[in-house]
């Protein structure tokens, strides 16, 4: 009995870690590079080759997350020639709100960006897009808010909390969620950020949604779905479906065309998601 169980184990390890290997968008497939920097920790994603001129995203960590805990969702991201960045501006601390460290570490980013990425084919950024989950995504908010000319646009997935944060003038971009996980109220989250934004808004809200897992009867879609595996002592026991960063992207995508590229309309930045989600544009209300 003893070594049956032993067996069942192992099985189980093996099959947590052959599925990390091989989730699509790992960092196994990935071209990144890491740095640390007087200002914080990042980690990098290009695609290679990359389009001459990029788009950038900056995303600041969540509370205790670091910036290798995001690869799934930056490799998606990168599949569309976008430079991804994952910072932490405050490395070693589990809060991550500091709106003027996170503003730092952005700036030494934009300064370096070019020469870090040289030989990747990647010589000019046309936008900067900034943002962050959690409590970086509260960082971000405050940062810009102070500071208009530190991005061009915002993408901030779950940031909290954004009640009494600055407000933002720059188009906006935003998920989460319709449930309340993690502690963190899904009212004084995305949902916010979006009625804190006073430019161009999107909104995608993913549905509640619960199914049986190793955690029993959870959420499907909960505010960590955007880690890779889990964020600390929150967990729904499941991996986030692969689907779900795709998804993430492609919305990504849509907006930055509809902002940068075409017209902005609620069509432009729709997408057909495999993840239960409404989207809330502009005037609509969640």
Avoid at 257 to 280: D, H
């Amino acid at each position: 009995m003893q070594r049956k169980m032993l067996s069942k184990v192992f099985l189980s390890f093996a099959l947590l870690v052959f599925t990390a290997i091989l989730i699509p968008g790992s960092s196994a497939f990935a071209n990144y590079f890491d740095k640390t920097l007087g200002t914080g920790k990042i980690r990098v994603f290009y695609k290679s080759p990359s389009p001459a001129t990029s788009e950038a995203i900056v995303l600041g960590v969540g509370t205790a997350m670091s910036p290798d805990s995001y690869d799934n969702l930056a490799n998606a991201l990168i599949a569309y020639g976008y430079v991804v960045v994952i910072v932490d501006h405050q490395p070693g601390s589990m809060t991550k709100t500091d709106a003027g460290k996170y503003r730092n570490c952005v700036i030494e980013v934009q300064n370096n960006i070019l020469g870090w990425l040289s030989g990747t084919g990647c010589t000019s950024i046309a936008h900067w897009i900034l943002g962050g989950h959690s409590a970086g995504g509260q960082a971000a908010q405050n940062a810009v808010g102070s500071d208009l000319t530190l991005a061009d646009a915002m993408f901030s997935i779950d940031p909290y909390s954004i009640e009494g944060a600055s407000r933002i003038a720059l188009p906006g971009l935003y998920w989460g969620f319709n449930v309340t996980t993690c502690f963190v109220e899904k009212s004084d989250a995305a949902e916010a950020a979006y009625y804190y934004n006073d430019s161009h808004r999107a909104f995608y809200r993913v549905k509640k949604t619960y199914s049986w897992g190793p955690c029993g009867y959870s959420p499907k879609y909960y505010h960590c779905s955007f880690a890779d595996g889990s964020c600390p002592a929150c967990t729904n026991c499941m991996y986030t479906p692969s689907a779900f960063y795709t998804d993430v992207a492609k919305s990504v995508n849509k907006f930055i065309n509809a902002t940068f590229y075409g017209t902005w309309s609620k069509a432009n930045v729709t997408v057909s998601t495999s993840t239960p989600t409404e989207l809330f544009v502009d005037s609509d209300a969640p």
